[in-house]
């Protein structure tokens, strides 16, 4: 779901903002003898930087089997098809939520890892609302949902989701290949909750989704952005990080949380049912809340990090950058994105497919 593209100018941009320092543990660490021990990972795609596993099996002697996926939907079917044993899994709010409501998260001793204090309690208390006994979920990258637009191209500064939906630019504006996401940010156009299960007010939302179709240029998921950056698009529906991305590549590219509200996604880790080895899987949490090990995943993905022993850190133009820390004003109008019922999901399913069957 979350991409990272670097290429030689995004290289040569970020150089000037990287963080000062990181703090924390030296990365030469030397290798130790492997264990024997054995811990499987499932992550979104390039959603850590590889050398971070590496050097926790060089720390540790614990090798990782690194799995990935690309949307949560994708990753929840991987995992529940059980071909796989996986002990740790990194996913979204609302999936994270029915795997702790289906019985497939074990609770972490929090406390015994001296790492976890480095994560703001702002987002532990995010995370109640998957979690609300926060014995389960820990908190990895976070951020918002808005629109990324080229100010060359629109009038005057963009905010409201209106703009997806008055038709002044279609065939202009790319929506995110998301059930979730795009019925989200219609529903809250509408005055809704992002989390709502009243039938009429998705449909309403299905409706107006409908409408907009034609306007629609595409679906996409991590194209989005580039798809503006390339000029192919006036506007887009991307995550928080994505947008800082895309600004790097072109200045006169903006990002914003319209008004109406958004959503304040959290991604964040479970130690599944099926780990044994729970000491192996608390350790290599506790080593990603690690200042050295948060900061190089940050500098690998450039998405909102919950760690503040990085945000200490880090330059003054990213601490002012929206899509870096979104303001608090923005968050304010957002929601967490929780899990709903079976018979809204199914509902939901249902309309997705008829909008895209259109």
């Known amino acids: ?22 703090g924390g543990q030296s990365t030469e660490t030397a290798s130790v003898p492997k264990t024997g021990e054995v811990l499987t990972v499932f992550n979104y795609s390039e959603y850590m930087d590889p050398d971070m596993l590496e050097q926790f099996t060089a720390e540790t ?40 409501d289906e019985g497939e998260a074990q609770p972490v001793d929090f406390g015994s890892m001296k790492n976890a204090s480095n994560i703001n309690k702002r987002f532990w208390t995010f995370n109640k609302a998957i979690d609300p006994s926060g014995t389960y979920a820990l908190p990895y990258f976070w951020g918002t949902i808005g629109i990324l637009y080229d100010t060359t191209k629109v009038n005057g500064d963009i905010d409201s989701w209106d703009v997806l939906f008055n038709g002044d630019y279609s065939g202009q504006i790319i929506m995110q290949d998301s059930m979730r996401d795009t019925f989200m ?3 809250k156009y509408l005055g809704y909750s992002l989390n709502t299960t009243s039938e009429s007010e998705i449909r309403e939302a299905a409706d107006l989704l409908k409408k ?11 194209e ?15 995550y928080s990080g994505e947008a800082f991305l895309g600004h790097l590549y072109n200045p006169d590219l903006k990002y914003v949380v319209p008004k109406e509200g958004s959503n304040v996604w959290i991604d964040s880790w479970l130690m599944t ?16 809340c690690r ?32 899509a870096i820390i979104p303001p608090d004003d923005s968050v304010a109008v957002c929601e967490v994105c929780t899990q709903i019922d079976s018979e809204t999901t199914e509902l939901y399913n249902e309309l997705w497919k008829e909008l895209k069957a259109q």
């Open 1 to 22: 779901m979350k991409k990272r593209i670097l290429s030689v100018l995004l290289v040569a941009c970020v150089s000037a903002a990287l963080l000062s320092g990181c």
């Open 61 to 100: 002697g614990i090798e990782v089997k690194y799995e990935e996926a690309t949307t949560p939907e994708e990753l929840y079917t991987k995992y529940k098809s059980g071909g796989i044993s996986y002990d740790l899994v990194c996913t979204s709010d609302y999936m994270c939520k029915r795997l702790i």
């Open 185 to 187: 940010i219609t529903l």
């Open 212 to 222: 907009q179709k034609p306007d629609v240029e595409a679906y996409l998921v991590d």
């Open 224 to 238: 989005a952005r580039d798809e503006v950056v390339a000029g192919n698009a006036t506007m887009a529906v991307v």
């Open 273 to 288: 049912k099926n780990c044994t080895n729970t000491e192996a899987a608390q350790k290599f949490l506790d080593y990603l």
């Open 291 to 322: 200042p050295d090990v948060a900061t190089a995943n940050f500098e690998f993905i450039y998405y909102s990090t919950p760690n503040d022993a990085v945000i200490k850190n880090m330059d003054d133009e990213l601490k002012n950058d929206p």
